[in-house]
């Protein structure tokens, strides 16, 4: 299901967060939980793993992380700032030390001149640290590369988060 290189960086990631006794959460919107399941797939994961929200609605968004209905109306929920409330309400609302969150225009549809398909924003929240916020701009590549790209790059912040 994932690519043998994401697997690899997980399982890597999996050992490194264990050993520092650090639990991670996912707060995913267009990934739909893929960044959860490529850190599920990985034996002993249970050890790190805290949990994943799948928050693919505004309503998600505000019910289980506890984002602004004045942050979505305002900014959009594809946007940094949602972003960041979605990472930040994930550390509230789990017993994780890190959270990763992800929210964007996956595609086909639902793109504008402003959120073109393939855009794509990401925060990482560890508790206390800054946190941290990244765009990526994919562009129209197809809705699993986007999502696939998404995974990667949420990896790519937990392992700049983790020890």
Do not use: Q, W
């Not at 006794?21 to 490529?38: D, K, N, R, Y």
């Amino acid at each position: 299901m994932f690519p043998p290189d994401l697997l690899v960086r997980a399982a890597e990631l999996i050992v490194r967060y264990r050993s520092a006794g650090l639990m991670v959460a996912t707060a995913e919107s267009c990934t739909g939980g893929l960044i959860a399941g490529l850190l599920t797939e990985i034996p002993g994961s249970s050890n790190v793993v805290e949990r994943g929200f799948v928050v693919y609605s505004n309503a998600a968004k505000e019910e289980l992380l506890g984002v602004p209905a004045s942050t979505l109306a305002r900014y959009g929920a594809v946007s940094e700032e949602t972003a960041r409330a979605m990472a930040e309400g994930a550390l509230k609302a789990s017993r994780a030390d890190v959270a990763v969150s992800v929210t964007g225009v996956a595609g086909p549809d639902g793109g504008t001149a402003a959120k073109p398909v393939g855009l794509v924003h990401f925060a990482c929240a560890r508790r206390g640290a800054a946190t941290v916020a990244r765009e990526e701009r994919f562009g129209d590549i197809g809705r699993d590369a986007v999502r696939l790209a998404s995974v990667r790059v949420g990896l790519d912040l937990l392992e700049a988060a983790g020890p």
